[in-house]
C-alpha cells in the first residue's frame, strides 16, 4: 500500500515539477532514482537485502526499546507496527511515528492522515490552503483545480493564464492562444484532435473514455483517481459521468466587426435602396465541406457588383477575401473575444442558451419562451465605438402570437400590421422595438405609433456586426439520435464531422431550421459507431436590425469520468483523512466514512493515549508527531 501511494506521489511532483518548480507538491525524503523509483532520503532508510526482505538499514540498533517490532506500545516507543521498516508510519527504531501517518492501534499497520484544510500538504493531498472551500485554487478535497497553480504551506494558489504559452498548474496544455477548438481549449485543457470529415482522435485529458483508456476525467493530473495515462488508480472508483446536470457549458469564439466592414454594415445601400432582412435564407452561400482549418469557404466567387440585385443574390457579401476573415481573426481594429455560452436544462432532454444569467426565460404578454431574443454577447466590451450602436427589434415570434395566428400570418397578414409599399420594408412589419427592462410593447411603457411599436423611455442601443463559433464534440453511438435545433437571423451554417448539415446563408429574418442525426442519415456525415466528431456552429449577426439566437442540443453530451475515493479498500485517497481497511472507528482510527474521530494532532490531550498534542503532525517541536513525550531506556 505505501508505495503505491509513495509511486502515486511520484506522478504528481513530476507533473507539478515540469510545469513550474515552485509549484511541486513537496513530501519528506521522495526521491526519483535512475530507474524512476522512489528512494528515501532520509537517513533511516530501510535496505533490502539479498533475499528481498527488509532490514534495519541506517537505523540506530543501539538506542532501540528492546521490545520495538513485537507490537506492544511500551513507555519507551513511540510506535509499534510489528517491524522494522522505515517509510510506512512508524520509524524503523519505534522512537518516531513519521510525519502525516498514525500508528494507533500498535501491533497493526499504521495509516495516513492528511487532514484536507489545516494547511499542512501532506499525502496524499496535492495543495492545503488552510481550508475546506471550493473555487480558490484548491478544493475542498486538496487538490489544484484548473486554472490554478499552488505552491508552499499553507498553499497559496494563484491563477494561471491560459494562452501566455507556458503550461503551469492544473493546465494540460498551452498552445499559446486561448482559441477553443485546436486541441488547447479555452481553459488550457486538452481536446480531441479532428480533422474535417475524417474524425477525431480523442486523446487521454479531453473526457472522453475511449479505446484502452479505463477513465478520462478531463485533465491530465494524477492523483486524483485517474492518471495522467487515464488509468484508474488505486483507492479510487471512476464512472462516466453522462448526467451533464443543470447546464450545460460549450466555448464560443465571438469576433467583432466595425460598420466599415463590406459585409457588415448599418444598412447596405445599393442604388439607394436600403438592403434589409430577406424572408428565406440565402443557399449555397459556402462550401460543403470545411477548409483545413475549419471554416466555412464562401462558394460565390467574387461578388463585387454594386447593384442591389446581386448582392441579394450573393448573400451581400463582397467577396471571398472579405468573407475569409468572418471566422479568422479580423483586422487589428475588429477584436476576437473567447467565451462560454451556457445552455441550460428544459426538463426534456435538451439544454437550450435563454436570455438571463441564470437560466431566466423571455416573457411577453404572459408567454415565455426560450432563446434569447436580444442576442448581443459583445455589449460594453468597449470594442466598437457607441457611435455604432444602435437599438433592436423583438422578433414577432418572441413578443406574443395570439392564438391561431401563425409567425407567418403575423408577419404579412395580422390587421395590426400595415404593410410599406416599398419592398424592401415589406417583410419587416410589426417587429416591436425592445423597450427598457422589464418593459413591453402593451404594458405602459411602449405605445402604439404608426403600427410599428415604440417605446416612451429610450430603448437599449448594441453592439451589432458580429460572428460566433462554437465548436464541440461527441461521440456517435448508433442506438442513439442527435438534435440540433437553431432559431436565428443572418447567416447560420452547421457542420457535422466537417460536412454541411444546416444551410441558413444570407441575412434574413429569424428562421429556424434543425439537424437530426440517427443511424438512418450517418452514412450522410461518415459517422461510424463509437466514433468521435466535432459539430461546428458558425454565425453571423451583419447588419442592425435585430439579433435573435437561439441553440438547443439534445444527445450531443460527452462522457467525462467522476472519480471518487474507494473508502474501506485500505488506500489512503485525495479526499480521505484514512483508510485502514476496517475503518471501524475508534481512537486514531477511521470510521465508515474515512474520516478521523479523536486522533493525535486534533489539539486535545487524550489522556489514555498521549501526554502532548499541539495539534500538529510534525516531528521538529515541542510535541512529536506520536503525542507521546518518551524516554528512551
Not at 137 to 162: F, H, L, N, V
Not at 168 to 187: F, K, Y
Not at 210 to 218: A, N, R, S, V
Not at 305 to 311: H, I, L, S, V
Amino acid at each position: 500500500m505505501t508505495q503505491k501511494i509513495f509511486v502515486l506521489f511520484v506522478v504528481v511532483f513530476a507533473f507539478a515539477a515540469a510545469c513550474e518548480t515552485e509549484n511541486a507538491v513537496t513530501g519528506p525524503g521522495m526521491d526519483l532514482d535512475s530507474d524512476g523509483d522512489t528512494d528515501s532520503d532520509t537517513d533511516t532508510d530501510t535496505d533490502s537485502d539479498s533475499d528481498g526482505d527488509s532490514d534495519t538499514g541506517d537505523i540506530d540498533t543501539e538506542n532501540m526499546p528492546a521490545g520495538c517490532g513485537d507490537g506492544e506500545l511500551a513507555e519507551d516507543e513511540a510506535c509499534d507496527d510489528t517491524n522494522h521498516n522505515n517509510g510506512d508510519g512508524c520509524q524503523g527504531d519505534c522512537l518516531a511515528v513519521e510525519e502525516g501517518w498514525s500508528c494507533y492501534p500498535p501491533g497493526m499497520a499504521c495509516h495516513r492522515m492528511a487532514i484536507c484544510g489545516d494547511g499542512d500538504v501532506l499525502l496524499p493531498e496535492m495543495c492545503d490552503d488552510g481550508d475546506n472551500d471550493d473555487d480558490d485554487g484548491c478544493s475542498s478535497t486538496c487538490k489544484i483545480e484548473i486554472g490554478y497553480k499552488c505552491s508552499g504551506e499553507p498553499s497559496d494558489c494563484t491563477e494561471t493564464t491560459c494562452g501566455d504559452g507556458n503550461q503551469e498548474g492544473a493546465e494540460t496544455c498551452d498552445d499559446g492562444n486561448a482559441l477553443p477548438g485546436d486541441g488547447c481549449s479555452v481553459i488550457c485543457q486538452g481536446e480531441p484532435s479532428c480533422e474535417a470529415g475524417e474524425g477525431c482522435t480523442s486523446d487521454c485529458g479531453d473526457g472522453m473514455v475511449l479505446g484502452t483508456e479505463e477513465c478520462d476525467d478531463g485533465n491530465g493530473i494524477s492523483g486524483d483517481g485517474c492518471s495522467d495515462m487515464c488509468i484508474i488508480e488505486d483507492g479510487f472508483d471512476c464512472e462516466e459521468n453522462i448526467v451533464l446536470g443543470e447546464t450545460m457549458t460549450v466555448p464560443i469564439i465571438l469576433r467583432d466587426f466595425r460598420a466599415s466592414h463590406e459585409d457588415f454594415q448599418f444598412a447596405a445601400d445599393t442604388d439607394g435602396d436600403i438592403a434589409y432582412e430577406m424572408e428565406d435564407a440565402t443557399k449555397d452561400l459556402v462550401e460543403t465541406e470545411l477548409s483545413a482549418d475549419g471554416v466555412p469557404v464562401f462558394a460565390r466567387g467574387d461578388a463585387s457588383e454594386t447593384n442591389a440585385a446581386a448582392f441579394r443574390a450573393n448573400g451581400l457579401i463582397h467577396s471571398a477575401d472579405s468573407f475569409d476573415t468572418w471566422y479568422r481573426n479580423p483586422d487589428d481594429e475588429d477584436a476576437t473575444v473567447v467565451g462560454t455560452l451556457v445552455l441550460w436544462d428544459d426538463g426534456a432532454g435538451n439544454y437550450i442558451n435563454r436570455y438571463g444569467e441564470d437560466g431566466e426565460l423571455w416573457e411577453r404578454l404572459g408567454h415565455e419562451y426560450d432563446g434569447n431574443p436580444v442576442f448581443f454577447p459583445l455589449d460594453g466590451q468597449g470594442i466598437t465605438p457607441e457611435s455604432e450602436y444602435t437599438y433592436s427589434k423583438i422578433p414577432p415570434h418572441y413578443f406574443g402570437l395570439a392564438e391561431g395566428i401563425s409567425l407567418s400570418d403575423l408577419v404579412y397578414n395580422d390587421p395590426r400590421c400595415q404593410l410599406n409599399e416599398d419592398p424592401d420594408l415589406a417583410c419587416n412589419p410589426c417587429w416591436p422595438i425592445e423597450c427598457v427592462t422589464g418593459g413591453s410593447w402593451n404594458d405602459g411603457d411602449c405605445k402604439e405609433v404608426d403600427t410599428q411599436y415604440t417605446c416612451y423611455a429610450s430603448v437599449p442601443e448594441h453592439n451589432f456586426h458580429f460572428t460566433t463559433q462554437v465548436v464541440y464534440w461527441f461521440q456517435y453511438d448508433a442506438d442513439e439520435t442527435y438534435v440540433l435545433n437553431f432559431v436565428g437571423d443572418d447567416d447560420l451554417w452547421v457542420f457535422i464531422n466537417g460536412k454541411l448539415a444546416l444551410d441558413l446563408g444570407g441575412i434574413h429574418v429569424a428562421l429556424e431550421d434543425s439537424v437530426t442525426i440517427d443511424d438512418g442519415n450517418a452514412d450522410d456525415f461518415d459517422l461510424e459507431d463509437g466514433g468521435v466528431y466535432e459539430i461546428a456552429i458558425f454565425h453571423a449577426e451583419r447588419q442592425t436590425y435585430a439579433s435573435t439566437y437561439k441553440l438547443t442540443l439534445s444527445g450531443f453530451n460527452t462522457a467525462r469520468s467522476e472519480c471518487v475515493p474507494d473508502c474501506g479498500d485500505g488506500i489512503v485517497s485525495i479526499g480521505e483523512e484514512c483508510d485502514d481497511g476496517e475503518n471501524d472507528g475508534g481512537y486514531g482510527q477511521c470510521d465508515e466514512d474515512c474520516r478521523l474521530g479523536e486522533y493525535c494532532g486534533d489539539g486535545e490531550v487524550q489522556e489514555e493515549f498521549e501526554n502532548c498534542d499541539d495539534g500538529n503532525f510534525r516531528n521538529d517541536d515541542a510535541c512529536p508527531s506520536s503525542c507521546r513525550l518518551i524516554e528512551v531506556e
